[in-house]
């Protein structure tokens, strides 16, 4: 009787503190898993800022820039024509 009244007042106990470990380490696993999602989610918000940015500018700089020769453009724009020409593209094969 005595092991059980000590274990008792002394807060140990055998199935008790393995299920809170568990949990401790599963609470753990998951705001680590969460916390991964949130760096990868900024990084894109860094990613789509910085494209942004970078639209800005050029429309700043160069108003209807797709309109000049493709030799005048830079490689940036000349990738971007190329990605709207597919977007485009894409869009006209949606629709007929």
């Known amino acids: 009787m ?3 009244v000590s274990r008792f007042l002394s ?3 055998g199935r ?3 299920a809170c470990r568990l ?3 599963f609470s753990r696993t998951r705001v680590r898993h969460l916390n991964q999602m949130i760096d990868k989610i900024g990084e ?3 990613d789509e800022e910085a494209r942004e940015k970078g639209l800005d500018e050029a429309a700043a700089t160069r108003e209807r820039w797709w ?3 493709v030799e ?3 490689k940036e724009q000349v990738e971007q024509l190329i990605a709207f020409m597919k ?3 894409s869009e006209l094969h949606k629709m007929y």
Do not use: S, T
């Open 2 to 4: 005595e092991p059980v």
């Open 11 to 13: 807060g140990g106990g």
């Open 16 to 18: 008790g503190d393995d």
């Open 23 to 25: 949990a401790e380490a």
């Open 44 to 46: 894109k918000l860094d």
């Open 67 to 69: 309109e000049m020769a």
């Open 72 to 74: 005048n453009l830079d």
């Open 87 to 89: 977007n485009l593209q």
